[in-house]
């Protein structure tokens, strides 16, 4: 069985929306990460990817999200406990709010960096800078 997970590649201005995780956090604490969180159990339901991304980034870092979300890509991954985790980003569009972060234990700090921070900054684990690349690639040129 896997845990569902899911992550929002927000941009603002050219940069992207990320948090320092937790110390606290038991798996990739005080690494650079993308806002999202786990999928909850509902039964039978509609949209619950898209639902969950717009409301853990709500709750993260009090930032909505416009309702369109692109599809970026899906990973799996184990968790230092030895839980599987099924990852799915979506490409987010910025609507509203400042980022803070909201919720201590799972946010240390929010940044907002530009493709080349991320892609060099030191906490930046190899899957957010693939996530960001991809989700890049899938922003049109204007």
């Known amino acids: 069985m896997f845990i569902v997970n899911v992550e929002g590649a927000i941009r603002k201005n050219d940069k992207w929306l990320i948090v320092e995780r937790s110390k606290k956090e038991e798996h990739a604490g005080g690494l650079l990460s993308l806002v999202g969180g786990k999928v909850d159990l509902e039964g039978n339901s509609s949209n ?7 409301r853990e980034i709500l709750e993260e870092v009090g930032v909505k999200v416009k309702d369109r979300l692109i599809y970026v890509h899906s990973t799996s991954f184990v968790t230092d406990t030895n839980q599987n985790v099924v ?3 979506f490409l987010c569009e910025y609507e509203s709010g400042d980022a803070l972060p ?8 929010v940044l907002w960096l530009t493709t080349k921070e ?9 899957y957010l800078k693939e996530s960001i690349k991809c ?7 204007h």
């Open 87 to 89: 990852d799915i980003v």
């Open 102 to 109: 909201l919720c201590s234990d799972e946010v240390e700090e």
């Open 118 to 126: 991320i892609l060099h900054h030191p906490k930046a684990p190899v």
């Open 48 to 54: 619950i990817l898209e639902r969950t991304v717009k």
């Open 135 to 141: 989700a890049e690639a899938l922003i049109p040129v």
